[in-house]
């Protein structure tokens, strides 16, 4: 009802792998339409931080929040399987491999999860990947399978595949490090696009200047915690501590 609550929201998350504490207290909000870059070196737990708000990893301790709605609720057994597939469903994820469905071609691959998940119409949903199809620029490629496209075009399909779902909010995890340099672009493109309609994004990325073209906010993580975060301006040209500006000398 609000709209004043965050989109997204984080609260002292914890997680480790065995002995590793991997995040060691994150707090993190996120405000509809916001668009927020994660960057830091390898390692730093970001991936892990993306796959917690999901719920792909199951957090030690702290609480994650989705418009309102704790993701990470004490529910067990089946009454938790059916609320985090209700709210996953609320989330799009593009990894840095494109995990598309090479059986299927590209229209399958978009509409399968509308019709399987949210029980829409088989037209519906053709037509829903049409539209999207045409908005990441390949409408021509519907009925080509996976093997048959490139790096970019399979990233382009993956973001479709993830919007139709309609989601709250897209969590991007370097969804441009496999590529070849050349086809960056046209993926990066299609997240400017998705930024100037004003969906919500988290998006870890190594590449600062799409990060300082795109994002309202970058947060610095190293060691499994936020160092520093601020608008990209002031990030990129002042950063305040130490470990942010080591860093960065290696990107500006
Ligand atoms: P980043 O995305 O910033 O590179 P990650 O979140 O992937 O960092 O990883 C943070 C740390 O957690 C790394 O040391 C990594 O080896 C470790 N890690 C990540 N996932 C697992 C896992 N499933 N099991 C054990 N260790 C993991
Ligand atoms: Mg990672």
Known sequence: ??????????????????????????DLSVDRGQIVAIIGPSGSGKSTLLRSINHLES???????????????PLHGQAFERHIN?????M??????????PHLTVLENISMGPIILKGMTKSDAHALAHSLLSKVGLADKIDAYPSRLSGGQKQRVAIARALA?????MLFDEATSALDPELVDEVNAVMKQLAAE???MLIVTHEMRFAGEVADRVLFMDGGVIVEEGPPGDMFRAPQKERTRTFLKKYL
Not at 165 to 169: G, H, L
Request: avoid cysteine.
């Open 198 to 200: 004003h969906m919500t």
């Open 86 to 90: 209700k709210v996953r469903q609320q």
């Open 59 to 73: 957090l030690n301790s702290g609480e994650v929040w989705l418009d309102g709605v704790q993701v990470n609720q």
């Open 1 to 26: 009802m609000s709209t004043q609550r965050p989109m997204v929201e984080v609260r002292g998350a914890r997680k480790s792998f065995g002995a590793v504490e991997v995040l060691r207290g994150i």
């Open 92 to 101: 799009g994820m593009v990894f840095q491999h494109f995990n598309l469905f």
């Open 165 to 169: 779902m309609q989601p709250k909010v």
